[in-house]
């Protein structure tokens, strides 16, 4: 993530607004000088030296530093890091995703884990083992035994253990090891001088050897960073848990069955919340959403299948260049991961009817060998210009010309399914073509497929669409090219951030140039069909947005503003760029406002926490009172809320 | 007030209370900008300008289901963090932290912020019976009441993860405790409550007190049953798509303004501190100090 003045100013709120304001106030310290020890920490922020160790103490236990120690050095240098404190913001949506998953019992354990921070398991056991006796002797105290109902989510410390080692089989917790904490910079350090001291004592000498150095380093760097993922590999050596997913169809635990197959976990180990692998699986129903969108429902819940399968392995959404490059080659290929069309099925709901969403057409209009055509490779990553102009391909058959016009319905393309295909315009998308193969065998009867056959046509309506969501990458092997569907969905989230901002000429102006490249200011009205005054202040209002740029170039040695040519062009990184800024400043903005509606409310929110008042608000404050209270209420939801929407847009935009 | 002996008008700004305007206003000296010589009379054109074009302002959709839990989710996890030993909270709302003089020069405006305000409210200083019921504000996070893997953490910082030497209270079994917080109460669930809470009241007052307990337990039943329907787990967990649909939980608007109608005879108790300063309103007060008097009753 890019530090600039803004993320900084929003990670310091929001750790004030979640863990207060002291840790606040030195991380936001931490980003202005870097880099610092605690003796620079007090200097500059001429405070304690017990309170910044406090403030310290706080921020290491909710994972939100880094921390190098020298050997012998009597100081450690700390480092704030940013994307975990980012993250916070996203908890709640974290919480949502693996109660829905994995069941709210392990929704209370990720929830007091993302509360606790780095945890010993022990601990963990023992603070749930306390809560279970509190609730077994109030059940003692209570009249009626049998019908007293407890809300213990976590009913037994064989659940719980139960519960964690499913999460971490999910990676979504891993073990905190003594690398941990190393800041990225200071690993590759470490590990360089390792790969040094070790292979090259006489220096990296010639290009043969230079690349067996960066391969020496990328695998060391490997080995470090898949060290908190031991704890999972060991319980997949169990072969009880692969047994026990097949058996519960990687559904809900409960609690109750198989508990005795879990291994004990040790409790000296110390465990956390691994945010990049809850990222993984958020763009997993970020995608599934996309794709409903384009298809309809059932296709997506074939696509939510697809995508289970293959990111079970994939544990960040981002490839590091240094690490990655190096280790997924073997013989040139790069190594890929794919899922069978027989995995899918076995997974996939009988409840799910599959025969819905499939749409029919006739025969001469289909390809059948386009729509089932094979792609082993990945296509090359294209600029925008080029996909733009490749678009349609799979279907080249029927359209060829009407293409940039067609471009606008590229998002609104969603009908509800069981229309899909009867009007001849889904074309563009190439859906035809895999419907019409239905046909293909027999022309008028209507046939009753096989499950295994919808479930393929699902999956090649998925392959054929132009937001490379599947590639059909081997006879019944289907595969995901993350980095380009996520391009893809960039771009419209994008274009409807344009629109929404400049309406739809803007986009369309956005469009066109983004097609065309750089385009001189005379050329355009022309290109643009619109009236140069129109054009000129559609285009400055675009460019006050970020959203395209101009570039002068003179045309004489001598420059003279008449005579230049004024070249507009619209670029996708620095639109994005922009957008995120603004993103962040409007999340700011939200707790800022947050603050100040608390300031005018200070004095009703003392009340209401004053500890006779908490939860009888309605019996104990005066009318006007509890009105301002559910006011407040009702804002601070509201602008929470809009904090979570600005953040699924940056989520996509950065981290997907 | 500087503007009473030049101005001639009380309170010295605006020309509130002083000689009828017609619409127009003199401006005060102090209040012209320096460009303007204050010595000629200036007078501004003090009718409401045009009102501003129709605008069409964009309104964001209503939160779908999925967005409510999170939302929700959120707001738990925030309470609960607020609730943790670990919290610490000193918010300087007096001193800038937000209105116009937010920015700071040096750190040391900034720690100001911070810092313990030396200043006795003569309301507040009087000890009073509610004052055992509030919560202090932590400035130090309370380390000594849980434990920490201490091999994580720097050497430096062990000893204060002990607790601190003048808080040496160290207890036997120090645990992570489970924090006892689970919901976080919005405006709705308010809404709900005060329905409920009408409804009991009815049936104090009226003769079919047993009817109307009825009513209102089945209605916080159907209520809780509709809060269960929207949780979608279960065996049809992980049901990523139809979680979006949109929140459709009607809400029974009408019975909520009866209710209001009652509380509205309720509200007028003998002692209102706001009635007692309503012959004062139109003084020349700055009635700031009522606002804090509002706080304890």
Not at chain 1, 585 to 611: F, N, P, W
Request: with cysteine; hydrophobic share 30%.
């Amino acid at each position: 993530m890019n530090v600039t003045k803004t993320v900084a100013e929003l990670c310091a709120l929001i750790i004030d607004e979640m863990y207060g304001e002291l840790p606040s106030r030195i991380f936001s310290m931490l980003l202005t000088r870097g880099r610092s020890t605690i003796l620079d920490l007090e200097q500059s922020m001429e405070m304690t030296r017990s309170k910044i160790r406090h403030g310290l103490a706080v921020l290491q236990q909710y994972n939100l530093l880094y921390w190098h120690l020298d050997p012998g050095a009597q100081h450690a240098f700390y480092e704030a890091n940013v994307e975990n404190a980012y993250y916070l913001i996203r908890a709640g949506k974290i919480l949502e995703m693996v109660e829905t998953s994995y069941g709210p019992p392990a929704k209370d354990v990720m929830q007091n884990l993302l509360l606790s921070g780095q945890t010993r398991i022990g601990d963990l056991v023992v603070a749930y083992q306390e809560r279970i006796e509190q609730d077994n002797k109030q059940k003692a105290a209570s009249p009626d035994e049998e019908s007293y109902k407890s809300n213990l989510l976590v009913k037994s410390t064989g659940q719980l253990n139960s519960v964690i080692c499913r999460l971490v089989e999910a990676e979504l917790i891993d073990l905190v090891t003594a690398d941990t904490f190393e800041s990225p910079d200071d690993i590759l350090k470490k590990v360089e001088k390792e790969v040094n001291d070790k292979h090259f004592y006489g220096g990296v000498r010639g290009t043969k050897a230079k690349i067996e150095y960066q391969e020496k380093l990328a695998e060391r760097l490997r080995e470090v960073r898949s060290e908190p993922k031991s704890l999972k590999r060991k319980l997949e050596q169990n072969g009880s848990s692969a047994k026990r997913r097949k058996l519960l169809g990687g559904g809900m635990t409960n609690g109750l069955v198989e508990d005795e197959m879990d291994p004990a976990l040790d409790p000296q180990q110390v465990i956390r919340v691994n945010y990049e692998k809850c990222t993984v699986d958020l763009r997993n129903r970020r995608l599934v959403q996309y794709a409903s969108d384009l298809f309809g429902d059932t296709t997506s819940y074939v696509y939510a299948q697809l995508l289970r399968h293959l990111t079970k392995d994939i544990s960040r959404c981002r490839l590091d260049p240094l690490v990655d490059h190096y280790g997924e080659k073997e013989d040139g290929v790069p190594a890929q991961k794919f899922v069978t069309t027989a995995e899918i099925l076995d997974s996939l709901k009988t409840a799910i009817d599959l025969s819905v969403g499939l749409g029919k057409t006739t025969r001469k209009m289909l390809s059948k060998k386009a729509a089932t055509a094979i792609h082993p490779r990945p296509p090359m990553m294209k600029s925008l210009i080029q996909e733009a102009e490749v678009q349609g391909d799979a279907s080249s058959d029927e359209e060829d010309d009407a293409e940039t016009t067609d471009d606008e319905d590229y998002d609104g393309d969603y009908k509800p399914p069981p229309l899909k295909g009867v009007n001849g315009n889904h074309g563009t998308n190439g859906v035809n073509g895999v419907n019409g193969s239905a046909r293909a065998d027999d022309k008028d009867q209507e046939i009753v497929w096989d499950r295994p056959n919808q479930l393929r046509q699902h999956l090649l309506i998925l392959a054929e669409s132009n937001q490379h969501l599947v590639r059909h990458c081997g006879i019944d092997e289907w595969t995901v090219d993350f980095e380009l569907v996520m391009a893809s969905m960039r771009v419209s989230e994008l274009d409807t951030v344009i629109e929404q901002t400049t309406g739809p000429k803007g986009l369309r102006l956005a469009r066109i140039l983004r097609a065309r490249g750089k385009l001189d200011e005379k050329a355009l009205p022309t290109i643009a069909m619109m009236q140069k005054a129109e054009l000129q202040r559609k285009l400055l209002e675009m460019q006050s947005a970020g959203f395209v740029h101009v570039q002068e170039v003179p045309r004489e040695p001598k420059a003279d503003v008449k005579k230049s040519f004024f070249l507009w062009y619209s670029d996708l990184d620095k639109t994005r760029d922009r957008v995120l800024d603004t993103s962040y400043r409007t999340m700011m903005h939200c707790i800022q406002v947050l603050e100040a509606l608390r300031h005018k409310d200070r004095d009703v929110l003392s009340t209401t926490r004053r500890s006779d008042v908490k939860g009888k608000e309605e019996e104990m404050l005066r009318q006007e009172y509890f009105q301002r209270y559910k006011r407040f209420l009702q804002s601070e939801k509201m602008l929470f809320s809009q904090i979570m929407r600005v953040d699924d847009l940056v989520a996509i935009l950065r981290d997907f | 007030m500087s503007g009473r002996g030049r101005g001639g008008f009380r309170g010295g700004r605006g020309g509130r209370g002083g000689r009828p305007t017609n619409g127009t206003r003199t401006l005060g000296r102090d209040d012209a900008p320096f460009q303007i010589d204050a010595d000629v009379d200036v007078v501004l054109d003090g009718k409401p300008s045009e009102l501003f074009p129709p605008y069409d302002v964009p309104k964001a959709p209503n939160l779908t289901k999925k967005e409510e839990k999170q939302v929700q989710n959120f707001l738990v996890f925030r309470e609960q963090c607020h609730d943790s030993p670990l919290y610490t909270e000193a918010r300087a709302w007096n001193k800038g932290t937000t209105g116009a003089n937010k920015r700071t020069y040096g750190q040391e405006q900034i720690n100001k912020r911070y810092q313990e305000e030396n200043f006795v409210d003569p309301f507040t200083a009087v000890p009073m019976y509610t004052q055992q019921f509030l919560v202090a504000p932590r400035t130090l996070p309370d380390l000594s009441s849980r434990p920490f893997a201490k091999e994580f953490f720097p050497p430096e910082l062990h000893s204060t993860l002990d607790g601190t030497s003048s808080n040496k209270r160290r207890k036997l079994g120090k645990s992570l405790g489970l924090s006892n917080i689970t919901s976080y109460k919005t405006a709705e669930d308010l809404d709900l409550e005060q329905l409920a809470a009408g409804m009991l009241l009815d049936a104090s007052t009226e003769e079919g007190a047993q009817d109307s307990l009825k009513k209102a337990l089945e209605f916080v039943k159907n209520a809780e049953e509709a809060g269960e329907d929207g949780v979608l787990y279960g065996d049809e967990d992980d049901d990523w798509v139809k979680n979006n649909g949109d929140n459709e939980d009607g809400e029974g608007g009408e019975g909520q303004e009866e209710v209001e109608d009652e509380y509205d005879d309720e509200s007028e108790d003998d002692y209102n501190a706001e009635q007692y300063f309503d012959g004062n309103q139109d003084d020349d007060f700055d009635d700031e100090g009522v606002d804090d008097g509002d706080a304890y009753f």
